[in-house]
């Protein structure tokens, strides 16, 4: 009769089974051999935890920005001032606003960021511009059709005055000839 031995052995993580053929002996020379089965066991094996590389490392921090706010520009009419010219009365400044986020960050890579709070740390100043709109060349109402300014002294252009001013003509007469252009009395001055 043959008896079967089953040998399973744990080596190195993997499970080895095997057998071996025994020789029995007639049961009358001998007591019957039981079936032996031999079981070595190892130490179980280390399966590397994922569970550590699955769990995210969540970090949650505070960043505080600034930025900058433009200043606006504000025109107003200055008659002090000639046509066409422009003074700065104010000079404009930029305000700057600070903004506080918080930033969630997984594995060390942003993955969120919401504004926790706005605040204006410093306030624009805005810029004022006068802008002139006084006629810088004043005309005597007393002519037409040309300007006549007004000045200490005008005479006709390409005449024998000396100003200090001067007009081209011929302009009309049509209040006093207070600076004596019309020299021949026809209520048209520098005319000839």
Same mark, same amino acid.
């Given at each position: 009769?043959?008896?079967?031995?089953?040998?399973?052995?744990?080596?190195?993580?993997?499970?080895?089974?095997? +057998? !071996?053929?025994?020789?029995?002996?007639?049961?009358?020379?001998?007591?019957?051999?039981?079936?032996?089965?031999?079981?070595? #066991?190892?130490?179980? @094996?280390?399966?590397?935890?994922?569970? +550590?590389?699955?769990?995210?490392?969540?970090?949650?921090?505070?960043?505080?920005? #600034?930025r900058?706010?433009?200043?606006?520009?504000?025109?107003?009419?200055?008659?002090?001032?000639?046509?066409?010219? #422009?003074?700065?009365?104010?000079?404009?400044?930029?305000?700057?606003?600070?903004?506080?986020?918080?930033?969630?960050l997984?594995?060390?890579?942003?993955?969120?960021?919401?504004?926790?709070?706005?605040?204006?740390? @410093?306030?624009?100043?805005?810029?004022?511009?006068?802008?002139?709109?006084?006629?810088?060349?004043? !005309?005597?109402?007393?002519?037409?059709?040309?300007?006549?300014?007004?000045?200490?002294?005008?005479? !006709? +252009?390409?005449?024998?005055?000396?100003?200090?001013?001067?007009?081209?003509?011929?302009?009309?007469?049509v209040?006093?000839?207070?600076?004596?252009?019309?020299?021949d009395?026809?209520?048209?001055? !520098?005319?000839?």
């Amino acid at each position: 009769m043959r008896r079967v031995i089953t040998v399973v052995l744990v080596v190195g993580g993997m499970l080895a089974l095997g +057998a !071996c053929g025994l020789q029995s002996v007639p049961s009358s020379a001998a007591a019957p051999t039981p079936t032996a089965t031999a079981t070595a #066991t190892a130490a179980p @094996s280390v399966v590397p935890s994922t569970a +550590a590389e699955a769990t995210p490392v969540v970090k949650k921090r505070t960043v505080t920005e #600034t930025r900058v706010i433009p200043f606006k520009t504000r025109k107003v009419n200055d008659p002090a001032l000639a046509k066409g010219t #422009t003074k700065v009365r104010t000079r404009g400044r930029t305000g700057v606003k600070t903004l506080t986020y918080e930033v969630t960050l997984t594995n060390g890579v942003q993955t969120d960021k919401r504004l926790v709070r706005g605040v204006v740390t @410093s306030a624009p100043v805005t810029r004022v511009l006068a802008v002139g709109t006084r006629n810088t060349r004043q !005309c005597d109402p007393n002519y037409s059709g040309g300007c006549v300014p007004i000045a200490s002294d005008v005479d !006709c +252009a390409g005449g024998s005055g000396n100003g200090p001013a001067y007009v081209r003509g011929p302009v009309r007469v049509v209040g006093t000839d207070i600076y004596d252009l019309d020299r021949d009395g026809d209520g048209i001055a !520098c005319d000839s």
